[in-house]
């Protein structure tokens, strides 16, 4: 793989200030050396995981796409190949004709996903990107568990319904893509929570919704105390 930005100054400290914490913290709440080393070592694997994810966003938003043209799609891909490396590489345009998904699965294990969007040469990103909607609760839950809640979210603009129909959409363009396939030769179960736990969170960006937590919580009913006169 090309060489990764590593983050900013000012990030780096500020990662390297919460490890340090978490090394000082982890022996008061975990007295057992070697597990607390275990959640410590965790922890910085977490942290190394994001910047890689945020490198590989970055890297995708430099790249132009003026066009979806075949020949277009082909340079794009040239530049993915240069800039990874060794990797199981996926493009495919958007329904919509807006943009250009990547996915991209590395020797490793490691996957990420990322979307570019169609814009003029040497215009910046920004440029293009319409007005930012604010996420607002979405909470959703099986039928026949109906006290088990996933916190997820969807766009402001979005009703109810439609975050359902594009949720169950994603759950389908999950299974069928490379990663699902993997995870499916690997007797993963093809359920609804190890789709929310497994999505990438830019497959849900695409479509205007958000995982908050990868784990449902249990509902709970809240029973008014009768105030004693």
């Not at 890689?52 to 979806?68: A, D, G, M």
């Not at 759950?171 to 929310?196: I, M, N, T």
């Given at each position: ?47 190394r995981a994001?910047?890689?994810v945020k ?87 099986l039928p ?86």
């Amino acid at each position: 793989m090309a060489k990764e930005k590593k983050p900013t100054k000012s990030k780096q400290d500020e990662q390297a200030q919460l490890l340090d914490l978490l090394r000082s913290i982890l022996p008061k709440i975990a007295p057992d050396a070697e597990f607390a080393e275990r959640i410590y070592i965790a922890c910085q694997e977490e942290l190394r995981a994001k910047n890689r994810v945020k490198s590989f966003e970055k890297f995708c938003e430099r790249i132009e796409l003026p066009n979806l043209e075949a020949k277009t799609l082909e340079e794009v891909k040239q530049q993915l190949i240069a800039g990874l490396g060794d990797a199981d590489l996926d493009i495919e345009p958007n329904e919509d004709g807006k943009g250009l998904r990547v996915d991209v699965s590395l020797p490793d294990g490691t996957q990420f996903h990322s979307r570019i969007p169609v814009r003029p040469p040497g215009s910046e990103a920004s440029d293009e990107q319409e007005i930012t909607l604010k996420f607002v609760s979405f909470p959703v839950a099986l039928p026949g568990d109906q006290e088990m809640l996933w916190a997820l979210a969807k766009r402001e603009n979005m009703t109810n319904d439609e975050a359902a129909i594009a949720l169950t959409k994603i759950e389908d363009e999950f299974w069928a893509s490379k990663a699902g396939q993997k995870l499916l030769k690997d007797r993963v179960e093809k359920s609804f929570p190890e789709f929310v736990a497994r999505v990438p969170a830019g497959m849900l960006g695409d479509v205007g919704l958000k995982r908050h937590y990868k784990l449902p919580e249990t509902l709970k009913v809240l029973r008014t105390v009768a105030k004693k006169g």
